[in-house]
């Protein structure tokens, strides 16, 4: 066991992080790792990100928005889905860099950090979970795999307690390994004037319902657009914008639904968007119809633009939105009620600006990225105290 003055000294050195993740490309967890390592390079830390592969089509690389942070980055070569260079070059980052911790994310990259966990056990392994897996996960037929990972790591960042529950009920990890830490972001990022692109989408002064997304089944862009003839009844230039990038070719299936509908008009479906910010500001209302998420980092970015939200009643959204507070919250995959919401908020413009007004308030109290740096920050210290290795170097 490690001596209490051996503790104390790595207390006072600069702590060494490497992040492994399944790509750079500019999504949820990407972005959300990006904004980590921003903050906690405002502490005492030197971190890697370590990547399986660099990028996937329809999405940007983030690899130089890392550099500009100072943040190394080091692509694994994973070109493959069974491409098993990386775990080759995995091992032999491991033994150059000698990490304080490894902090993995995402399923793939979480089996690398447990494959290097086996040669390098000195190494306290951190493993965010940032979903719950189920039913629209393509690589579902593996999670009995990943019960054995995810138990296996030193500690467990559940990014929601909904991803905890689900973890503790269902995979059966230990509650006490798992530490929910939500996500968190730079609010200011999103109340700021940026250049609108209603212009660019021609939507002149229409009211826009907005969504953002990755294009698949999960995220319930169908309801929202089964929603529209309703919502037009009652608000006939109201549009819907939906924006994410399309990975696996199911936005074909999103325009026949809207061809179907005669909503070639009010609705447009416009693809990745590397300007967030800028997108939420043309927005009247923000709608987000997923059907399972892990937190719904979009969400907490809407409300810090100031927008009034209408979300699937779902966990963890129900851990972000208060309804009828900071916004509203309808039962999942159901058109009707996703119109409704919308319309009312569309029509009661006094109350919509106060309950944008409230989720801006919120996101600043609960979701920034300075609170998730140090409850991360906390969490590495308390594994490598816990650890029973001796923190001698590797081999």
Same mark, same amino acid.
Request: aromatic share 8%; net charge positive; with cysteine.
């Given at each position: 066991?490690?001596?209490?003055?051996?503790?104390?000294?790595?207390?006072?050195?600069?702590?060494?992080? /490497?992040?492994?993740?399944?790509?750079?490309?500019?999504?949820?967890?990407?972005?959300?790792?990006?904004?980590?390592?921003?903050?906690?390079? $405002?502490?005492?830390?030197?971190?890697?990100?370590?990547? /399986?592969?660099?990028?996937?089509? #329809?999405?940007?690389?983030?690899?130089?928005?890392?550099?500009?942070?100072?943040?190394?980055?080091?692509?694994?070569?994973? &070109?493959?889905?069974?491409?098993?260079?990386?775990?080759?070059?995995?091992?032999?980052?491991?033994?150059?860099?000698?990490?304080?911790?490894?902090?993995?994310? /995402?399923?793939?990259?979480?089996?690398?950090?447990?494959?290097?966990?086996?040669?390098?056990?000195?190494?306290?392994?951190?493993?965010?979970?940032?979903?719950?897996?189920?039913?629209?996960?393509?690589?579902?037929?593996?999670?009995?795999?990943?019960?054995?990972?995810?138990?296996?790591?030193?500690?467990?960042?559940?990014?929601?307690?909904?991803?905890?529950?689900?973890?503790?009920?269902?995979?059966?990890?230990?509650?006490?390994?798992?530490?929910?830490?939500?996500?968190?972001?730079?609010?200011?990022?999103?109340?700021?004037?940026?250049?609108?692109?209603?212009?660019?989408?021609?939507?002149?002064?229409?009211?826009?319902?907005?969504?953002?997304?990755?294009?698949?089944? $999960?995220?319930?862009?169908?309801?929202?657009?089964?929603?529209?003839?309703?919502?037009?009844?009652?608000?006939?230039?109201?549009?819907?914008?939906?924006?994410?990038?399309?990975?696996?070719?199911?936005?074909?299936?999103?325009?026949?639904?809207?061809? #179907?509908?005669?909503?070639?008009?009010?609705?447009? !479906? !416009?693809?990745?968007?590397? &300007?967030?910010?800028?997108?939420?500001?043309?927005?009247?209302?923000?709608?987000?119809?997923?059907?399972?998420? #892990?937190?719904?980092?979009?969400?907490?970015?809407?409300?810090?633009?100031?927008?009034?939200?209408?979300?699937?009643?779902?966990?963890?959204?129900?851990?972000?939105?208060?309804?009828?507070?900071?916004?509203?919250?309808?039962?999942?995959?159901?058109?009707?009620?996703?119109?409704?919401?919308?319309?009312?908020?569309?029509?009661?413009?006094?109350?919509?600006?106060?309950?944008?007004?409230?989720?801006?308030?919120?996101?600043?109290?609960?979701?920034?990225?300075?609170?998730?740096?140090?409850?991360?920050?906390?969490?590495?210290?308390?594994?490598? $105290?816990?650890?029973?290795?001796?923190?001698?170097?590797?081999?």
């Amino acid at each position: 066991m490690i001596d209490t003055e051996h503790r104390d000294g790595l207390a006072q050195m600069t702590m060494k992080i /490497l992040h492994l993740i399944n790509t750079l490309s500019a999504g949820g967890a990407e972005l959300h790792l990006l904004t980590l390592c921003r903050h906690l390079k $405002r502490h005492k830390t030197d971190i890697v990100v370590a990547c /399986l592969r660099e990028c996937v089509k #329809g999405s940007r690389s983030l690899r130089l928005d890392f550099e500009r942070e100072g943040v190394r980055t080091v692509n694994l070569h994973a &070109d493959g889905r069974y491409d098993g260079r990386f775990l080759f070059n995995l091992l032999r980052l491991l033994r150059e860099e000698k990490p304080d911790i490894l902090h993995t994310h /995402l399923p793939r990259a979480d089996f690398a950090g447990a494959i290097g966990h086996l040669f390098y056990a000195s190494i306290p392994w951190v493993c965010s979970v940032h979903n719950i897996y189920n039913r629209f996960w393509s690589g579902r037929r593996a999670l009995p795999l990943f019960n054995a990972v995810w138990r296996g790591a030193d500690a467990v960042l559940a990014i929601s307690h909904a991803v905890k529950d689900w973890l503790v009920k269902a995979k059966r990890v230990p509650s006490d390994k798992v530490t929910v830490i939500h996500y968190g972001i730079e609010p200011e990022r999103f109340c700021r004037p940026h250049s609108p692109l209603r212009t660019t989408w021609r939507l002149d002064e229409r009211p826009v319902i907005g969504t953002i997304g990755r294009l698949e089944q $999960r995220k319930g862009h169908d309801c929202l657009i089964s929603a529209m003839p309703v919502v037009l009844e009652r608000v006939p230039n109201a549009s819907l914008l939906i924006i994410g990038h399309d990975p696996w070719g199911y936005g074909k299936s999103l325009q026949t639904l809207i061809s #179907g509908l005669g909503l070639e008009g009010q609705v447009q !479906i !416009i693809g990745f968007q590397d &300007d967030i910010p800028s997108c939420l500001e043309g927005l009247a209302v923000f709608a987000f119809a997923s059907r399972s998420e #892990g937190f719904g980092q979009v969400l907490i970015e809407a409300m810090a633009a100031g927008k009034p939200v209408v979300a699937s009643r779902i966990s963890p959204l129900t851990e972000i939105v208060s309804d009828g507070e900071t916004g509203l919250l309808v039962h999942p995959d159901n058109p009707q009620a996703f119109a409704d919401a919308a319309v009312w908020l569309l029509t009661h413009p006094r109350e919509a600006r106060q309950m944008g007004r409230r989720g801006q308030e919120r996101v600043y109290s609960h979701f920034s990225a300075r609170r998730m740096a140090e409850e991360t920050l906390s969490l590495y210290k308390k594994v490598m $105290r816990a650890s029973p290795h001796e923190f001698d170097g590797l081999p």
